[in-house]
């Protein structure tokens, strides 16, 4: 299995510290808001890795954190006249909530920031003890130029990045030795959450977290550790300062970061009016789709977030789910029975898919043999095979599709929930008695091959 890794810049054979066992972490979102489809590309990426690693006998442990303590949280908390842990806790439900709508695991642990401070700031300690890092009026800094390798995973320069970031030195930070040193700790301000520190009250910064909650819980070196490409620059270059300055010993093996989603060919933004959050897109499909979606393309390379792609995911789905349906059916509960041509013909997928996925986890030509598979097995039915022979392409349908997180047993109905919400649409315009506007949706409706009846009991629809 070859994975590229962001530190070496290259794709490197994949060998774990452990046999048979993976250690990855992933960070996870900062929680002020519902999470937005762009957090959703690392959740549901690194979910299949996972899943991977899995298929392939490995045992994984797969820990992702919740940042919830943070400046957006505050502001949040504020803005709402409520403590921080009110905002925090209902994020990280709903983001559950999304989580699960879109086929993730549960993973072994989600660890949150304000449960770990102990953690930090005994991490912090050893930082100031080795002479990482220094304390000045309650605020404690990461000394960057005490660390050898600063900048070998973003590939970037000390100096030039010092020239770079000259302005910080005027905006209130010049008691900082360098102006590329970084806070580990802040002390409190009127209004914060705080907790007490040998450096007085205060809370830790962000990098010092997934330090942290990363060697609590899968120890001083990992395998993996994941994010969007966003966060090489500062956050992951900081945390293999502090983990790697800290422990002595290498952080992690391999880095691996997703590219972005963008909207319609542009960075999504809320000024710019192109921000959807996961749950606005589950009113108008099922996240099963989106899942799908974002495995359509490698996720190293740019993804562009429009309806017609995602009209496309559906489609797509619905084959693979129709396909699944129809061979699960024909197999009637039939143990696999594969003749030996049978056999070959389903090793064959089985080792594109697998060729695919061991190249850096190309999910684009893992779903290509998965498409080529559902072809034959559309074909083998149609022309009357055997339910063992059924049962045998089920099989192997329903492993792929479970490496990939796409659930076959999705009904039909839940993948239509465009058709429910375009119904929903129309009885609120009956009920205000825009008749044109009811009719109107009745014929888009009709259009996409629904066919309504108003019943005592509601609307029913059907395809035409
Ligand atoms: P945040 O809550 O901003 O810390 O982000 C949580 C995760 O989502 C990080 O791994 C980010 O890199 C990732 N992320 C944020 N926005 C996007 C985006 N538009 N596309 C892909 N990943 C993103
Ligand atoms: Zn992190």
Redesign the pocket.
């Known amino acids: 299995m070859r994975i590229y890794n962001t530190l070496t810049r290259r794709k490197e054979e994949f060998k774990p510290i452990e046999e048979g066992k993976v250690r990855m972490y ?7 808001n519902l ?9 549901i990426f690194f979910d299949t890795v996972r899943r991977y690693f899995e298929y392939k006998d490995y045992e994984v442990n797969y820990v992702s954190n919740f ?1 919830d303590v943070d400046d957006k949280i505050i502001k949040a908390a504020n803005a709402e006249g409520v403590e921080s842990s009110v905002i925090s806790e209902r994020y990280i439900a709903e983001c559950r909530k999304d989580m699960e709508g879109m086929g993730i695991k549960p993973a072994t642990r989600n660890p949150k920031a304000t449960e770990e401070i102990d953690g930090m700031i005994r991490m912090i300690q050893t930082l100031i003890d080795k002479g990482f890092a220094y304390e000045v009026n309650g605020t404690v800094y990461y000394r960057v130029r005490k660390f050898v390798g600063y900048g070998k995973l973003s590939g970037k320069n000390l100096d030039d990045l010092r020239s770079g970031n000259r302005t910080l030195l005027v905006t209130g930070e010049e008691e900082k030795d360098d102006p590329m040193d970084f806070v580990l700790w802040k002390p409190k301000k009127e209004g914060e959450p705080f907790w007490p520190s040998p450096w007085g009250d205060g809370r830790p910064g962000w990098h010092i977290e997934c330090s942290v909650m990363s060697q609590k819980y899968l120890g001083e070196t990992i395998d993996i550790h ?6 090489v620059f500062p ?1 992951h270059e900081n945390e293999i300062a502090q983990s790697e300055a800290a422990s002595g010993h290498p952080f992690a093996h391999y880095w691996m ?6 909207i319609d060919n542009r ?2 933004s809320k000024s710019l009016g192109n921000f959807f959050t996961v749950r606005d897109i589950s009113e108008k499909y099922d996240l099963q789709v989106l899942r799908f979606f974002m495995l359509s393309a490698h996720y190293r390379s740019p ?1 562009n977030f429009s309806d017609e792609l995602m009209a496309a995911a559906k489609s797509g789905l619905e084959r693979i789910v129709n396909c699944a349906g129809l061979v699960r059916e024909k197999a009637a509960g039939a143990e696999s029975a594969a003749s030996e041509e049978l056999a070959a013909e389903l090793k064959g997928y089985r080792e594109k898919f697998e060729a695919a996925m061991d190249d850096d986890f190309n999910t684009a030509d893992a779903i290509a043999a998965l498409f080529e598979l559902v072809k034959y097995a559309n074909t083998r039915v149609a022309g009357g095979c055997t339910e063992g022979e059924a049962a045998a392409m089920s099989e192997l349908l329903e492993t792929l599709c479970d490496v990939l997180g796409v659930n076959t047993s999705v009904k039909k109905d839940d993948l239509d929930s465009e058709v429910e919400a375009l119904i929903e649409e129309r009885q609120a315009a009956r009920r205000e008695k825009n008749w044109a506007k009811a009719d109107e949706i009745r014929d888009r409706l009709t259009a996409m091959g629904i066919v309504l009846e108003d019943t005592r009991e509601g609307v029913k629809w059907k395809r035409a």
Do not use: Q, S, W
């Open positions: 992933v960070c996870g979102p900062t929680v002020y999470i937005h489809i762009g957090n959703a590309r690392p959740m940042t994941g994010g969007g490409e966003d966060l956050h970061h997703n590219a972005f989603l963008n960075k999504m993804l």
